[in-house]
């Protein structure tokens, strides 16, 4: 019997469910296996699926690093104003 899957509240039984196959080297082969074991999960496929995880992470952590970027540069020059304007009549300054 295949596998099952559920496609919109249905579940599908069919031979053909499984995924492609991955190209993998057999070098990769030894780390993912040695992963699998450090990690603690069942399959090869959880340890790919956890990669992903983080470097979906990292890829939104470096797309908001760079909106704070961009924000901070838009808002720097009239930022440096407002801050020269409140130094001028600040009353620790000493004239």
């Not at 039984?13 to 492609?20: I, P």
């Not at 080297?25 to 090869?44: H, N, S, W």
């Not at 699926?49 to 760079?66: I, M, N």
Request: glycine share 6%; hydrophobic share 35%.
């Amino acid at each position: 019997m295949g596998a099952s899957r559920i496609y919109f509240g249905y579940i599908v039984r069919c031979s053909l469910c499984m995924g492609k196959p991955l190209m993998i080297q057999p070098e990769d082969e030894r780390r993912i296996e040695a992963l699998k074991e450090k990690i603690g999960v069942r399959t090869k496929v959880d340890v790919v699926r956890a990669g992903l995880h983080l470097l979906e992470k990292e890829t939104e952590r470096r797309e908001r690093v760079s909106r704070w970027k961009n924000a901070a540069h838009l808002v720097s020059k009239n930022s440096a104003e407002v801050n020269k304007e409140f130094q001028r009549h600040s009353r620790l300054k000493c004239s």
